[in-house]
């Protein structure tokens, strides 16, 4: 009985510090807005997504949301903008990816923020 207690701990054990293959974030995005009657900066954050990341890099991801990315901006500053900053917030688990994001909606220096809904289904091979 206490060989079959001890192979248990192992196993929790093992599993507790096994690192989890996806990557989890959140696309984030500076955009100055030149439209009258718009705040000058926003700050665009899309949701939070697992990605594999042996398998897709963070820039692949930025240059997939391009064409509706811009879509987006459009339909929240007009015609005239510029993307001062973009990047994909990687954190280590979907909690702490989620608690950036939160924070990255509340980021001061910004005159509005616009949560927008990524495309990113990336199925993998690599992670399961």
Known sequence: MKEIGLAVLA???LSATAKDP?????????V??????QPKRIKF????????????PRNQIIEDQKVFFNQVVKSSCGERYSISYQYVNVSDSE????????????????????PWQASVDYPSTKCR
Request: proline fraction near 4%.
């Open 95 to 114: 909690a702490r990816a989620e608690e950036e994001r939160e924070k990255s909606l509340r980021e001061p220096g910004y005159g509005k923020y616009v």
């Open 22 to 30: 996806w990557s989890f974030g959140f696309i984030s995005t500076n």
């Open 11 to 13: 196993i929790l054990s």
């Open 45 to 56: 954050v899309s949701q939070t997504f697992a990605y594999c990341a042996a398998e897709v």
């Open 32 to 37: 100055d807005c030149n439209e009258p009657e």
